[in-house]
């Protein structure tokens, strides 16, 4: 997560409905943690720790630590990481930019799920490969999972939401368009509505800007950084994770 988004979309109390929306939107992050945990052992059958960038409400994590030990998780949301804590009071967790990221440790795993759509461009998204790589072990394994492509992104695309849990309810919308003419860069608006006893209805909107990676441009990152890497179809991940480990790992 960049600072502007920390600033922004995930705004003060937002974790919170977040963690809500994400619980029942229908990832199995069950699934998701065995099949990373497979496509790791594969490449690296002794891989132990694992780091876990952009790690939000710790959603991942909860069943990453089944798989891994120790596990670890970074995040430039202090309320995001609240959260992640609550959830996994176990795990080791720092506050952070992965544009920046130094930890000053090294991992055998390295994961970065549901993020680079919010780097703003091809040098930030290098940059920040970079920052993973450095906290690799030598035969460690990275994976990251890449998003729609220019090519695949549906302009005006309509989503939507309807969560309840108990007495509370929340509705969120989402409306995504071209950035200003970019073909690459686009805007997502998300109105969202709460209900709750106590609180009753409340509502508020937020705009938060993506980028559309296209293969090359990670391709190009993971080589810039040093790394070998390939993108795989890997259900139950939609778009596929890119794994990648040093040159010449073994």
Do not use: K
Request: hydrophobic letters at 45%; aromatic letters at 8%.
């Amino acid at each position: 997560m960049t600072a502007s988004v920390a600033r922004g979309f995930y705004r003060a109390g937002y974790p919170e409905i977040y963690d809500l929306v994400m619980r029942h939107r229908g990832r199995d992050h069950t699934a998701e943690a065995a099949t990373l945990a497979r496509m790791v052992r594969r490449r690296n059958p002794a891989a132990a720790s694992l780091l876990d960038v952009a790690c939000g409400t710790g959603l991942h994590l909860e069943h990453l630590r089944t798989h891994f030990a120790p596990v670890t998780g970074v995040d430039l949301s202090a309320e995001m990481l609240a959260r992640a804590g609550a959830r996994v009071p176990d795990v080791a967790l720092h506050e952070g930019d992965m544009r920046e990221l130094d930890l000053a440790a090294v991992f055998d795993v390295v994961v970065c799920l549901f993020a680079v759509p919010h780097l703003r461009g091809v040098a930030e998204l290098e940059r920040t490969v970079a920052r993973l790589a450095a906290h690799l072990t030598p035969g460690g394994v990275l994976a990251v999972e890449p998003w729609y492509t220019p090519e695949t992104f549906v302009p005006g695309y309509v989503a939507r939401d309807m969560v309840q849990e108990q007495d509370r309810v929340v509705v969120r919308l989402s409306h995504s368009t071209w950035l200003d003419g970019a073909r690459d860069r686009i805007r997502m608006t998300v109105h969202q509505a709460y209900a709750d006893p106590d609180a009753g209805i409340r509502h508020d909107t937020a705009t938060t800007e993506l980028t559309l990676f296209r293969p090359e441009h990670f391709a190009a990152a993971f080589a810039r950084a040093g790394l070998a890497a390939a993108h795989v179809t890997a259900p139950p991940f939609r778009w596929g994770l890119w794994i990648a480990r040093p040159a010449g790992a073994r």
